[in-house]
């Protein structure tokens, strides 16, 4: 999601794009901003109960429950799309890998894990700078809200040095992703949480970095399909995994039955089918284009935002107390339009510091700095 900023990929975005009938990295591009403005609706429909208590209805449901099926979609597919970009810098020397692919990422990662950090120490607690300092140790563990950077880096290194062995990484890998609902449960006590957070993550997630890593070829090929061949059979699919799901969970004799490997699956299938189809709008592609090179601002600026106003609202007793359900087409309308807002503020925050005092927000010391982008 955010790794992938690279010179290539920022020149990518900034110059024209290409028609999406001939430039198949357009159609990667658009599920990397479709997977970062999913990870944006699922923060913010997640906490927005904590800023307006009483939230209710059908509408307001309907986000929620989006929040929830999308679970196992969100970063796998982010992940994939990692791989993919990623794939071409495995072969490159370390020297020429170590700015793009390690100081781009770990000091925004840095930067901004200690300001969230401080922001969630805050939340009730009775002596912050204790708090801070408590958690301050979080991020030398793959952090918390942007663990996403830190394993990305971990990902990319573990591809880096066995490329010359992708079979064994992939069954590694699998293994991993397969078994990983017991990761916790064979993790010693003394584990730190973030830590073990970060394993089960590690375990869940690699092996999406390694299909989209060394399988470029067969995931860009997708890409060269009709859109027409990937729709029908990724919405029957995930539509029908969707739907046992629920009946699963009302069942309790087959409650134990683990839906989310087939939902992640047909969940990434179908939402690589769905950049495949609005590729085909010259608009569209040139605003997931423009979306896919600022997902580290996104990223990052939005989290500090989601949990800033839940600071001042839940955490400072400004809580917004509702005196009954909510009309069901304003909060049909409200969520997307919040979504927007963040997104939009991330990218414009992004845009105004580029080539300024302040472009450190987002990039290592030493960078080459960003030229003034197109805008979308």
């Known amino acids: 999601m955010m790794g992938e900023q690279s010179a290539a990929t920022a020149r990518h975005a900034r110059g024209p794009v290409q028609p999406p009938d001939t430039g198949r990295l357009v159609w990667i591009d658009i ?31 309907l986000w929620s429950e989006l929040a929830q099926v999308l679970i ?56 912050p700078w204790a708090a801070i300092l408590e958690r301050l140790p979080r991020i030398l563990q793959g952090g918390d809200g942007y663990w996403y950077l830190s394993t990305l880096v971990l990902f990319f290194t573990i591809c880096r040095v066995g490329r010359r062995a992708p079979g064994w990484l992939l069954l590694g890998s699998f293994i991993l992703w397969f078994f990983a609902s017991l990761v916790p449960s064979v993790l010693p006590d003394s584990v730190p949480d973030a830590l073990a957070a970060n394993i089960y993550r590690w375990a869940s997630f690699g092996m999406w970095f390694v299909v989209g890593a060394f399988g470029r070829s067969i995931v860009l090929r997708i890409g060269a399909r009709p859109w027409w061949d990937l729709m029908v059979p990724a919405v029957t699919s995930f ?136 805008t979308a």
């Open 72 to 127: 196992p979609v969100r970063m796998p597919a982010f992940f994939v799309v990692s791989g993919v970009l990623a794939a071409n810098a495995l072969t490159r020397r370390w020297r020429d890998v170590f700015r793009p692919r390690y100081a781009a990422i770990l000091w925004p990662f840095l930067i901004w894990s200690v300001l969230l950090t401080v922001l969630i120490a805050l939340r009730g607690a009775d002596n």
């Open 31 to 61: 599920a990397k901003a479709l997977a970062i403005v999913l990870v944006v609706q699922y923060h913010v429909a997640t906490h927005a109960s904590a800023v307006f208590a009483g939230l209710s209805g059908w509408a307001w449901e």
């Open 239 to 374: 539509g029908l995994c969707v739907w046992l799901t629920g009946r699963l969970r009302e069942s309790e004799s087959f409650s134990g039955i683990p839906m989310s490997k087939p939902l992640s699956v047909t969940g990434v299938a179908l939402l690589l089918a769905v950049s495949v189809l609005i590729a085909k709008w010259p608009a569209a592609a040139r605003l997931g284009v423009y979306l896919a090179a600022r997902t580290l601002p996104i990223y990052v600026v939005h989290a500090v935002l989601v949990y800033g106003v839940r600071l001042v609202t839940y955490e400072q007793g400004w809580l917004v107390q509702l005196s009954g359900a909510p009309n069901n087409l304003i909060v049909l309308l409200a969520v997307p339009a919040t979504v927007m807002a963040m997104v939009l503020a991330s990218t414009q925050l992004a845009d105004r510091v580029a080539g300024t005092p302040f472009a450190w927000l987002f990039t290592s010391p030493g960078g080459k700095a960003r030229a003034a982008p197109r």
